[in-house]
C-alpha cells in the first residue's frame, strides 16, 4: 500500500501527529454541519475515485398478503449516473523554529494552523453539500439546487411567526408526497437568529415551536443565505454522504526549512430521493 500521507517524512513524533489528528477532528466535528442531517456511507478507501448514485423509485406502501402473493411494487434504481469523489482539502504550514521549541523545551506543538485549515475544509464540505459545486467540468447538485426537489415561497421571516408557517407547510409538502420525516430544518445564522423570538405572544419561542415540527433537528450554517432555508425527511434512504477517505493529515513538503501540510478529504453527496427535500426560498 502506496504511504500517500507520507508522515515518516517529517521530524514529527507519534504524539504530535496524534496531537494533530485530535484537533483536526475536533474542529470538523464543531463546524460541520451537513453531517449532522445526512449520515454517512463509507469510508470505502481512496482507490475508489467515483460512486455510483441511484435515482430510487417503487415508494408505494408495502403490501399485506397471507401467502405474500400481491403486487407490492418494488424499489428500484430508475436512473443510474456515476460521480466522481472529490478531494476537499487546506495546505498548512509549520516552521521549523516553532518544532525545535516544541522539541528543545518539551512544550506541546502548536497545531492552530491544523486547526484552521479544518474549519476551512469543513466550510467547504458544507458548500459542496448545500449549494453543489463545479469542478474539473462535472456539476455536483446541493441541497438547495438538486433537480427534482419541492419548493415553496418564503414569507417575511421578520414577521413573527412565518417561519413556523413555512417549515409547516414544507414538512406537509413532504408529508404529502410520502416522506414522513423525521424532519430537519437548516438556515443561515441570521434566519437562525430571528427564530428566538416570543412566538405569537405564546410565550414560547418561535424556535421551540418550530422544533416540535422539525424534530431531527434546527441547525444554522454560514454557507446558507438569508433568501433559503432547507427542510429535509433525514435518512439513508433519501441521501447519504459517500466518503472515500474522511478529513485526515498528510506532509507534502519541506521548503525553506519549513513543513508544509494537507488537510483533506474526498467525498460526494449523494441524492437517492430529491423529493426528500423542500427548500423554502425568497423570490429575488
Request: glycine share 8%; charged share 20%; aromatic share 8%.
Amino acid at each position: 500500500m502506496a504511504d500517500y500521507l507520507m508522515r515518516d517524512q517529517v521530524p514529527l513524533s507519534e504524539e504530535q501527529w496524534d496531537q494533530i489528528d485530535v484537533t483536526v477532528m475536533d474542529v470538523a466535528r464543531r463546524n460541520l454541519v451537513g453531517r449532522r442531517v445526512i449520515p454517512l456511507f463509507g469510508p470505502f478507501g481512496l482507490g475508489v475515485q467515483t460512486i455510483h448514485v441511484d435515482q430510487l423509485t417503487g415508494g408505494e406502501q408495502g403490501a399485506i398478503s397471507l401467502m405474500g402473493e400481491d403486487e407490492a411494487g418494488t424499489v428500484m434504481a430508475s436512473k443510474r449516473d456515476h460521480v466522481p469523489l472529490p478531494m476537499i482539502y487546506k495546505d498548512f504550514q509549520i516552521h521549523w523554529r516553532d518544532l525545535e521549541t516544541a522539541s528543545q523545551l518539551h512544550l506541546p506543538l502548536d497545531v492552530s494552523p491544523a486547526a484552521a485549515s479544518a474549519a476551512f475544509c469543513a466550510r467547504t464540505e458544507d458548500n459542496l453539500i448545500f449549494n453543489g459545486h463545479k469542478a474539473n467540468g462535472h456539476e455536483y447538485a446541493g441541497l438547495t439546487n438538486a433537480p427534482g426537489r419541492n419548493a415553496i415561497a418564503m414569507r417575511d421571516w421578520a414577521e413573527t411567526g412565518n417561519a413556523f408557517r413555512d417549515v409547516v407547510e414544507a414538512t406537509q409538502m413532504l408529508v404529502s408526497n410520502e416522506f414522513y420525516g423525521p424532519f430537519a430544518l437548516v438556515v443561515s445564522p441570521a434566519l437562525y437568529a430571528g427564530l428566538n423570538r416570543i412566538h405569537d405572544g405564546t410565550g414560547v419561542l418561535e424556535l421551540e415551536q418550530v422544533r416540535k415540527i422539525a424534530t431531527a433537528g434546527v441547525y444554522q450554517t454560514p454557507v446558507l443565505g438569508n433568501n433559503v432555508a432547507v427542510v429535509l425527511s433525514v435518512g439513508s434512504e433519501n441521501m447519504d454522504l459517500a466518503v472515500a477517505q474522511d478529513l485526515i493529515t498528510a506532509f507534502l513538503e519541506t521548503s525553506a526549512m519549513n513543513h508544509r501540510f494537507r488537510v483533506f478529504e474526498v467525498l460526494a453527496l449523494r441524492i437517492k430521493r430529491p423529493g426528500a427535500i423542500c427548500t423554502i426560498e425568497r423570490a429575488e
